[in-house]
């Protein structure tokens, strides 16, 4: 399991944007927090970088969007930086941290 978390406004705590969307919750541009819930191993790794491409794809869309609304000129904006909360994880196996390893390489890589 997966959320991508926002800052409750008005407080420094972070909740899952489904369950407090907009406006009870702050996103910043350029920047996803997403936490994950569960164990990090062999068998779910490769679904959990999937899902924080998929929140990547999705935030870098929505800032585009918004972008394009705004009639905004300049450089295209992006997600530069993607904040993994692994408090909840209990368990990290080899696999697991070839996958953080992975992510990290190619966030760094795409910038």
Known sequence: R???????????????????????????????????DSPLYFANAQNIRDKVRKYKRV??????RRQHDASHIGAERVVEYIILDLSAVSHIDTTGLHVLEDMYATQKREG
């Open 59 to 64: 935030a870098t869309e929505e800032l585009q």
């Open 2 to 36: 997966t959320a991508v978390l926002g800052r409750l406004t008005g407080t420094s705590l972070y909740r899952n944007v489904k369950l407090y969307p907009a406006p009870a919750t702050e996103q910043y541009d350029g920047l996803v927090i997403v936490r994950i």
